[in-house]
């Protein structure tokens, strides 16, 4: 990561607080800033609680940490901890050439891949790339009176070394890390559970457009993906154009990643009837056909139960009392990936989609 002068930063702050105002100004502000109207659930809004690679980045309390440090030597301490430097070329790791994985010396956290490691001859195991980008955190550093960035372990925030320009192609970068602060496992050894990805569920929901479908998914804590696509029909590669002609039988859909661990299905079920209207045949609002129909699909036996029992329970709630629940509860078949333009819009474009004042 690059450290930049602080004139530059200042102008692109100055140029970015212009561009709020005049968003402002002209009545339209990003999901986040809205302000929701009366009648419409509030959804917190969630920070990255998992990485791409589907691990949980959550930053570990202090107790864990103290905790965990307990069994670090005086050496290990000094580094991970104290932000020290071990010497060159005695790290235990700087010559290592095994295939394998590099994790966090302190939580397990996966840090680094063995095909990213290059020798670069300064005396520290080297690396061009992380596993996860946002498995690494970066600081500025400026301790030894040159500027420098620091990079720690996202989740336990131990300290891992610093990051150079003057790396191999294609990032030109050097991750240049203390051997101490790393633990090694070699291909098809056993991994500890601190170092294996969360076990994450899928669930796929249909509700009108998917835009504000996606965007009130992607804000409830403990779902880590959701992705506009198309799914309940018969055509084998429909596209967008297609499916709003309504001949292709699908529905605009969001399949929606979470951990268990965090929110429930049965809590997700909730928040999507609170989404969307589910007494509307057909459409959603100013959106009308088959393609913005109110529909469940379902990917186990566990998920259908759930769903036909809470659809059922929500129609004798007062709520619904007198109006019919339309929402299909069906199996989940192949899901169709919308186009790009399609995928986080509102993040992208601003706006949000009415909910129902239910």
């Known amino acids: 990561m690059r450290t930049v002068d602080a004139a530059p930063v200042a102008i692109v702050l100055l140029f970015a607080a212009g561009l709020l105002t005049l968003r402002f100004a002209s009545g339209k502000t990003s999901p986040v800033d809205a302000t929701p109207s009366a009648g419409e659930p509030q959804v917190a809004k969630s920070p990255v609680s998992h990485s791409a690679s589907g691990y949980d980045i959550r930053p570990l309390s202090q107790d864990r940490i103290e905790q965990l440090s307990k069994d670090l030597t005086a050496e290990e301490r000094a580094i991970l901890l ?22 966090c010396r302190l939580c397990g956290l996966p840090l680094f891949n063995s095909e990213d490691k290059f020798t670069s001859g300064t005396g520290w195991p080297s690396f061009f790339q992380p596993f996860d980008k946002n498995h690494i955190h970066y600081e500025d550093d400026s301790s030894l009176g040159m500027k420098r960035v620091e990079i720690m372990c996202t989740r336990c925030r131990s300290h891992l070394g610093h990051v150079f320009d003057d790396g191999p192609p294609p990032t030109g970068r050097r991750y240049c890390l203390n051997s101490i602060a790393l633990k090694f496992y070699e291909k098809g050894e056993q991994l500890p559970e601190s170092s294996k990805p969360t076990k994450v569920e899928t669930a796929y929901f249909a509700g009108g457009c998917f835009w504000g479908i996606e965007d009130r998914f992607q804000q409830i804590p403990g779902v880590i993906d959701a992705v506009s696509g198309y799914m309940g029909g018969v055509s084998p590669n429909p596209d967008y154009k297609q499916v709003c002609s309504g001949d292709t039988g699908h ?18 079920l909730d928040w999507f009837f609170k989404f969307h209207d589910p007494t509307q045949f057909n459409r959603q609002g100013p959106d009308i056909g088959s393609q913005y129909r109110s529909a469940i699909f379902v990917t186990s036996d566990n998920q259908r139960d759930q769903a036909t029992e809470f659809v059922s329970k929500l129609q004798r709630s007062a709520r619904f009392r007198n109006e019919h629940i339309v929402t299909e509860v069906a199996k989940a078949e192949v899901f169709h990936e919308a186009e790009d333009y399609h995928q986080d819009y509102h993040r992208k474009h601003g706006g949000s989609c009415p909910l129902p004042q239910k």
């Not at 060159?88 to 994790?103: A, E, H, M, Q, R």
């Not at 529905?251 to 997700?268: C, G, I, K």
């Open 82 to 103: 104290d932000k020290g430097t071990e010497r060159p070329f005695c790290g235990t790791l700087v010559d290592n050439k095994k295939t394998g994985i590099y994790v």
């Open 251 to 268: 529905a605009e859909t969001v399949r929606v990643s979470f951990d268990p661990q965090q929110v429930t299905y049965e809590e997700l």
